[in-house]
């Protein structure tokens, strides 16, 4: 990853476990100093359910990761109990919306009103969105539409190993098809 381009970063989810564990930061400075890694290089996820189980602890955890640099999502968005009261008193740099939705949204309206809901519910709380699952070119069309920050799904590209990354983001191809 440190030679990859710089605006790339890295999203890494974390369980329960190791989001709890009291040395997760020193844990998180360490592994990004070993690795020569800038801290906005890194994403951590976690999920709705992870926050159920010790939410008094979440802000702290999450505020210090923020003071470090690190990007942090809420994965899975609209899976689990889904709180609007995690957007309001978390600080989340992005919300990833689930791939149920993205993924029924072109033929059902609830999933279509429900992803449009968030993306401008993010965007007023200056949250960028994610949509996960991004599996065709009219999903993908659909969420230009409605201003989703970014996408991710096999559309663009299945998972690849390390060194085969570099190759993905010089393809002059893939840039051309998913040009804004």
């Known amino acids: 990853m440190a030679e990859w381009p710089d605006d790339i970063r890295v999203a890494v ?7 709890h564990n009291s040395g997760i930061l020193q ?5 990004l100093a070993a690795a020569k890694i ?18 008094g602890s979440a802000e ?6 923020l003071q470090l640099g690190v990007t942090v999502a809420l994965d899975d968005f609209g ?5 609007l009261t995690y957007l309001r008193k978390l600080p989340f740099d992005r919300i990833k919306i689930d791939r149920s939705f993205i993924q ?9 009103a429900i992803v449009k809901s968030v ?14 699952g991004v599996e065709t070119a009219d999903q993908l069309d659909h969420l230009r539409q ?35």
Do not use: W
């Open 13 to 19: 989810n974390f369980s329960a476990a190791q989001f």
């Open 27 to 31: 844990i998180i400075v360490q592994a």
């Open 38 to 55: 800038a801290p906005h290089r890194l994403e951590i996820e976690i999920t709705e359910s992870m926050l159920l189980s010790k939410y």
């Open 60 to 65: 702290t955890v999450l505020n210090a990761l």
């Open 79 to 83: 899976t689990g109990f889904s709180s």
């Open 104 to 112: 029924d949204m072109l033929v059902q309206p609830d999933c279509a």
């Open 119 to 132: 993306i401008s519910l993010a965007r007023d709380l200056r949250i960028a969105v994610v949509a996960e």
């Open 146 to 180: 409605i201003s989703c920050d970014e996408v991710q799904g096999y559309l663009i590209s299945r998972p690849v190993s390390a060194d085969r990354v570099p190759g993905l983001l010089d393809t002059t191809k893939l840039r051309a098809t998913f040009a804004a």
